[in-house]
Structures are given as structure tokens and as C-alpha cells.
């Protein structure tokens, strides 16, 4: 009976399981390069930040949130100080999967199931507790709703080779003339464009961008520290557009941690 912590996902491919749990633990700024899966993942952080990137966006996953990323779909996957649990499932039991990666938030009833699920062997019995675990994961899975955690990157190879600098150093200084003489386009062909394979304006591309990059660095870094560093007068403009963005102050990053130390945040036994 195979384990599924840290084992490669080809090693148990193979075996007649719609939904496949592993677990996995990963060297501090490790890199899962572009690859794809023949199967659905849903790739759970439970420390660290990931960084997912596809042709045609990125995402970035906050500490004890997922990403549900579509079969097939060739990704990269950068992990910050991150401890994993994920579920690879065959598409044919997830025709409500959605076509493009998602980021979610895992309650903690999701989390418990995740975590009991990777204690599984890989050839778990289908009839029995094991097979009702499974389905009930992807039952609350199929609930969740998405958290805005993305920017779309455009097809046009000059646009997305602006925007993939731009993520890598984001700059508050950076405006439409200097991307569109870049692009060698006038600004108003630069905004049209970038509107239309995006749906927003550069500007609100790039606020999104900077907002997405502050989220690793809150995981190190207090909260004034990264409103400097990424070019904010105060930490309260700062904060401000972080809120805006995402719907909560980036406090909540900068002290969120796994919430008992244990695999996934687990909670200490009961009693």
C-alpha cells in the first residue's frame, strides 16, 4: 500500500482512483517548472505563498487558500516556504472544474479533509471511509467561490513581455508613455489593445500587480516595510489599495501563519 506523501504523481497515475491526495513539502524558493497533468489539481498551500503562472495569467495563492487548475493545462509553480496537499482528479468526475486556474479559500472543515485524505494510501478502498472523504472533498470543493488573486497576461508577445517585467519589479514610477514607447505603439493603440486582450487599462493592470507581488513579501516583511519597498509615500495609502483590491487589509498576510504549526494548519488532538 502506497503512501502519499512526497511521491512523484507518475508513480500512482496509474492506479483506477478518480481522486489521487498527496502531499508534499517543498525547499524554500523551489520551482515546479512548466509541466501539465493529464489530470485536474487542486493545489492547497498550507504555509508559504505559491506563485502559478500560466500563458495566460498569474496567480498568486496566500497561505491556507488553493488554486484549482484545469487538466492539461501547462503551468509553473513557484513556492515560497510552502508545505503542500493536493488532490490530482480525473476530469471526468469534475465536469464543473472551471476552464481556467481559480484561487480559492479552504475552510477549515476542507482543510481537515485535506489533510485526512493524504494519510490515505494511494489504492484507498473506494466503498468504504476513505471513498466518502474523497467525496465529500470534492463536494465542498465544487462550493467554493473564486478570491481575485490574478491578473491576466495578454497574448501579444510585447504586451506580455511588459507585463512579465513588470510583475518580476513592480515600479509605482512606471507609466502608459514609458510601456507604450516600449511597445512601440502610441499610448492610445497601447490602452486599446491591452484593454481589449486584458479587460482593464494598463494603470489598473499595473495597481492589481503591485498588490499581488505584496503579498509574498508581507509573509517577511511588516507591513511598512513593503509599502516602501514597493513605492507607497505611507502605509496607509499602502494599505489602502490593498484593501481596495482584495477586500482585506494586508495585515491579515503579514500575520497569518499555519495556525498549530502542524501539516496544513491541523489543530492539536482534541481533548
Known sequence: MTRVRNIALADVDHLDRDVL?????????????WHEHRRAQFLYGATGVMIVDTAEGTWTVPPQRAVLIPAATRHR???????TGSLYVEPRAVPWWPVACRVVDVPPLLRELLLTATGFPADYDRSGRAGCVIALLLHEIAALRPLPFQVRIPASAALAALCRAYLAAPDTGVSNAEWAARAAMSERALTRRFRAETG???????ARARMLTAVPLLATASVTEVAGRLGYATPAAFTAAFTRTFGVPPSRFAAERAPYGGPYGAAPPYG
Not at 498527496?22 to 524554500?28: E, V
Not at 509553480?77 to 508545505?83: A, K
Open 200 to 206: 482593464d487599462s494598463p494603470a489598473v493592470w499595473r
Open 77 to 83: 509553480v513557484r513556492m515560497l516556504g510552502v508545505s
Open 21 to 33: 491526495p498527496i502531499g508534499t513539502d517543498y525547499p524554500p524558493g523551489h520551482v515546479l517548472d
